[in-house]
C-alpha cells in the first residue's frame, strides 16, 4: 500500500523531493515526481519539503469516524511525545477530549515501551553480535530496503505501538485500534509490515482538525514514569537502564538524523561496528522532532518537558503481558541495475558532459553529482535532460536563435522599409535583395543611374550574417586606373613614391568578414579585372611591394549601369569575371517604369529633407505632381530626390507648384517662352544647352558626374560645356 502519493497537477519539477529523500525512492516521469513504494521508507521528508502541497499522505480518517459513528470499540493509542505535540493542553485534558470525540478507550504508547523493555534486556543480553535497535519504522524499513546485509542485526521484537496493540487486543480482540503519532512511518508500519495488530494511524495534525470544536470531556491522570522519555533522543537506552538492565554505555549508542543514520548504516554495512554492541537508531531527531509533530514548543522545550514528565514512578500496565513480543523483518530491497563506466558516459554526454570539468555537481536535479544523477537515469529513477545548466544553456540557444529572428524581422522591416516602393518590379526587388541576403555569394546589381543600386546593396550586407562586419564601398569609375590597384588591394611601405609610412590597408582588406561593395565594375580597366579575378578565385592577395599573401573573408556586391553582358561580347568585361561576379544577380528597373511609386518616392523624400532641415514639409499641388509622373527621369530616383530639394527652396508658400519644378520637367525651356529676338540655330541651342546644365548642376548639388549622367550626356562632354559657356561650377 502506497503511503505517501503524488498529485501531479501540483507536481511543478522542482526535484525537491528527489533532493531531500534520503533513499531516492522518487522517479520523475514527464517531469513529474511519484514516489517508490519498493523503495520509500514513509519518513516524510518529500511531504515535508514540497511546497505545491502535492505530496498526499494516506489517510485513516474516513476509516476512524466511521468506526466512531457505528459505535464500535475505537481504541486510541498516544505515541509517547504527544504532550508536546497538544501542549498548552495538559495530557490529561487531551484524554478527555478524545472521549470526547467518541474513543471508547484512551491508552498511551509508554505502556507498550513497558513491555518491551524486557524483551529488549533478554535480547540483548543473549546475542553476541551487534543490536539495531527496531521501535523506529523508518529505521526497519530503511534496512528492510535498502541495506540487506544488516536485516538480521535489527532486534527483532515489537515496537512499543505494535506489542501495546497486540497486548490489548488480547483482552478485546474485537477493538479497533488507532494509533496517533508524530510519524508518517507509523502508517507504513500499520499498513505494510508483516503481522499487524494496529487498525488506523492518524498523525498529531490530522486528530487535532478532527477534535477542532470537541469540548473537553473528563480528564485522565494516565500512570508515568520514566518512560515517557521514550521519544527523546537515546530515550530507548535510558529507559533500559532505569529499568534496570545492564547497558554498557561504552558499547551502547543512539544515533539520530538522516545524515547521521546513513553515515552509520554504510559503516556497518562495511563491518566497521566501532565495538559498539547496541545502536539506537532514530531516523527524525527523536519521535519529538518526527515529520508530523505539529508542536508550538522548541525542540529543546520538547525535551525538558517529556523528562520532567518522565518524573512519575507509576507502574502502567496493570497485568504482566502474556506471550511474544517477537517481531521478524525481511530483506525487501530490490537491486536496480547497474550501468558500465560507457553507459554513464554516454548519458552523461547526452547533456553535454564529457570531461570531468563538464560535469558541475550542482544539485539542481536532486542527485548530489552528475554521475549519480546518470546512473539513475540508467535505472529508470530520473530524466535523461532534468539538468538545470543543460537546459538553461538550450533555453540560451534557442532565446538567442528567437532573438536572432526578432532583430532579422526587425532589421529586414527597417532596411526593406528604406527601399520606397509598392510597384510589383520593386516588391520584387525587395525579394530578390532577401534572398542575397540569405545567401553568401557574390550579387551582381544592375540598372541605371540613380535607380537605387547601392542602397540595394547595403540592405543585402545589412540583412546578411556579415551585418556586424564592415560595408566597403569603392566606386571603380572615379578612382584613376593608376591608383585603383593600391585603393583595392593596399600597399607596403615604400611600395611607390608617395607610399605612405607603415602602408595602408585597401578596401578588401578593410571588409574582412564583410562586404566590398565595388560600384560601376563596368568601368573597371581590364588589367584589374584580371587582379580581382585572381583575388576572387584565391580568396588571396597581396599588398602591393609585398609577397606575403593574405586571406580575407569578404562577400562582393557589384554594380554597373552598363550592359555587363554586352562588354563581354564585345570583350571590355572578361566572361570569367562576369560569371564570378554574377552569382546572384539582381536587376533594378528605371523609375520611368514604376512611376506608381513617385508619389511614395516624394513623400519620403520631403519628409526626410524637412526632418534634416527641421523644416515644416510642404504640399505638392495635383499639377506638379502630374509632371512628377509623367517626366522620364533619366537620372531616375536621385534626380528625383534633387527636384524636390529645389523645389522646396523656390516655392516660398507652402504649395509645391508646376513653376517650382526644373525646366525640363515641364518643358518650358523648349517652349514656354516667347520669342522675342530671332537667333541663329547654334545660339538658341547653346542657349538651351547652357540653361540645362545650369540647372542640372543644381539639381546634382554641383556633382558633375551626377550631372552628367542626369543629362545623359558623357563626362568629358560636360566639362567641356562648362568651360565653352563659361559656367561657374
Ligand atoms: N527605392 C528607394 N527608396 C528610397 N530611396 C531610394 C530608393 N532608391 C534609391 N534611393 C535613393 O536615391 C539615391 C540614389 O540611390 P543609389 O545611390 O543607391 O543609386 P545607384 O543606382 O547606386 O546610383 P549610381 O548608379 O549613380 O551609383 C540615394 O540617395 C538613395 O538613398
Known amino acids: 500500500m502506497q503511503i505517501v502519493t503524488t498529485d501531479k497537477e501540483k507536481c511543478k519539477a522542482c526535484y525537491a523531493c528527489v533532493r531531500n529523500c534520503p533513499v531516492k525512492a522518487i522517479k520523475i516521469e514527464e517531469q513529474k515526481a511519484e514516489v517508490l513504494e519498493e523503495r520509500c521508507i514513509a519518513c516524510g521528508n518529500c511531504v515535508r519539503v514540497c511546497s505545491q502541497g ?6 485513516f480518517k474516513e476509516i476512524v469516524l466511521e468506526k466512531i459513528k457505528n459505535g464500535g470499540k475505537v481504541i486510541a493509542l498516544l505515541a509517547p511525545s504527544y504532550p508536546v505535540s497538544f501542549y498548552p493542553l495538559k495530557p490529561g485534558e487531551v484524554h478527555g477530549k478524545l472521549k470526547a470525540f467518541g474513543f471508547t478507550r484512551v491508552e498511551e504508547v509508554t505502556a507498550g515501551v513497558e513491555i518491551i523493555l524486557p524483551e529488549y534486556g533478554k535480547y540483548l543480553k543473549e546475542t553476541q553480535d551487534y543490536v539495531i535497535s527496531s521501535a523506529c519504522p523508518a529505521i526497519v524499513s530503511l534496512i528492510e530496503k535498502h541495506y540487506p ?17 497486540k497486548y490489548i487486543k488480547m483482552e478485546e480482540p474485537d477493538a479497533f485500534l488507532v494509533f496517533i503519532g508524530p510519524c508518517i512511518a507509523k502508517k507504513n508500519e500499520a499498513l505494510n509490515f508483516r503481522e499487524n495488530y494496529i487498525d488506523a494511524v492518524l498523525t498529531f495534525k490530522e486528530i487535532k482538525e478532527l477534535l477542532k470544536g470537541v469540548n473537553g470531556g473528563d480528564t485522565y491522570e494516565y500512570p508515568r514514569n520514566f518512560t515517557q522519555s521514550f521519544p527523546i533522543p ?25 545524515e547521521q543514520i546513513i553515515e552509520t548504516l554504510e559503516s556497518l554495512t562495511n563491518n566497521r561496528t566501532s565495538g559498539v554492541l547496541f545502536y539506537d537508531l532514530l531516523f527524525c531527531r527523536g519521535c519529538i522532532d518526527g515529520p508530523e509533530i505539529d508542536s508550538e514548543l522548541t525542540y529543546i522545550e520538547r525535551r525538558q518537558y517529556l523528562l520532567e514528565l518522565s518524573k512519575g514512578n507509576k507502574t502502567i500496565l496493570s497485568k504482566k503481558p502474556a506471550g511474544t513480543f517477537r517481531a521478524r523483518y525481511t530483506v525487501k530491497a530490490r537491486k536496480l541495475p547497474l550501468p558500465t563506466e ?35 537515469v540508467y535505472q529508470g529513477l530520473a530524466e535523461i535532460d532534468m539538468c538545470l545548466p543543460f537546459l538553461l544553456k538550450k533555453t540560451r540557444g534557442e532565446a538567442e536563435f528567437y532573438r536572432n529572428k526578432y532583430e532579422m524581422e526587425n532589421r529586414k522591416k527597417y532596411y526593406l522599409d528604406g527601399i520606397t516602393g509598392q510597384t510589383e518590379k520593386i516588391i520584387e526587388v525587395k525579394k530578390l535583395i532577401e534572398k542575397a541576403a540569405m545567401s553568401d555569394g557574390n550579387v551582381l546589381i544592375q540598372g541605371e543611374s540613380g535607380v537605387g543600386k547601392e542602397i540595394a546593396a547595403r540592405t543585402i550586407h545589412y540583412l546578411s550574417e556579415r551585418a556586424d562586419k564592415p560595408f566597403v564601398a569603392i566606386n571603380c569609375a572615379a578612382i584613376p586606373e593608376s591608383l585603383l590597384e593600391s585603393e583595392l588591394f593596399g600597399y607596403e611601405e615604400g611600395a611607390f613614391t608617395g607610399a605612405k609610412r607603415g602602408g595602408k590597408a585597401g578596401k578588401i582588406e578593410q571588409a574582412d568578414g564583410g562586404t566590398l561593395f565595388l560600384d560601376e565594375i563596368g568601368d573597371m580597366p581590364l588589367s584589374m579585372q584580371v587582379k580581382l579575378l585572381r583575388f576572387i578565385q584565391n580568396r588571396e592577395f597581396e599588398r602591393i611591394g609585398s609577397n606575403t599573401p593574405r586571406k580575407v573573408d569578404i562577400r562582393i556586391i557589384a554594380a554597373t549601369n552598363q550592359p555587363l553582358a554586352k562588354l563581354v561580347k564585345e570583350g571590355r568585361f572578361r566572361m570569367d569575371l562576369y560569371y564570378r561576379l554574377n552569382v546572384f544577380n539582381i536587376n533594378i528597373p528605371p523609375l520611368r517604369e514604376r512611376r506608381d511609386d513617385i508619389p511614395l518616392l516624394v513623400n519620403r523624400f520631403m ?3 524637412c526632418e534634416r532641415r527641421k523644416m515644416a514639409p510642404k504640399i505638392v499641388t495635383s499639377e506638379a505632381m502630374n509632371i512628377l509622373m509623367n517626366y522620364s527621369w533619366p537620372g531616375n530616383i536621385r534626380e528625383l530626390q534633387n527636384v524636390i530639394e529645389r523645389a522646396y527652396y523656390l516655392a516660398e508658400g507652402n504649395l509645391i507648384k508646376p513653376e517650382h519644378l526644373p525646366a525640363q520637367l515641364t518643358s518650358k525651356a523648349l517652349s514656354g517662352e516667347r520669342i522675342t529676338k530671332i537667333t541663329t540655330f547654334k545660339e538658341a541651342v547653346a542657349e538651351v544647352e547652357k540653361k540645362l546644365i545650369i540647372e542640372g548642376l543644381k539639381a546634382t548639388n554641383y556633382n558633375k558626374l551626377a550631372c552628367a549622367k542626369l543629362l545623359g550626356i558623357p563626362r568629358a562632354t560636360l566639362y567641356q560645356k562648362i568651360k565653352e559657356y563659361g559656367i561657374e561650377a
Open 54 to 59: 502535492a505530496k498526499k499522505i494516506y489517510s
Open 149 to 165: 546485509t544488516l536485516v538480521n542485526h535489527l532486534a527483532p521484537i515489537k515496537s512499543p505501538m505494535e506489542a501495546l496493540a
Open 234 to 258: 537515546g530515550g530507548l537506552i535510558l529507559s533500559l537502564k532505569q529499568r534496570g538492565y545492564e547497558i554498557e554505555s561504552r558499547r551502547s549508542i543512539s544515533v539520530e538524523g538522516k
Open 342 to 376: 560507457e553507459e554513464i558516459r554516454e548519458i552523461l554526454a547526452y547533456t553535454d558532459k564529457f570531461t570531468p570539468e563538464d560535469e558541475l555537481n550542482c544539485g539542481a536535479c536532486g542527485y548530489n553529482s552528475c554521475r549519480e544523477k546518470a546512473i539513475a
Open 607 to 609: 519628409n526626410e529633407f
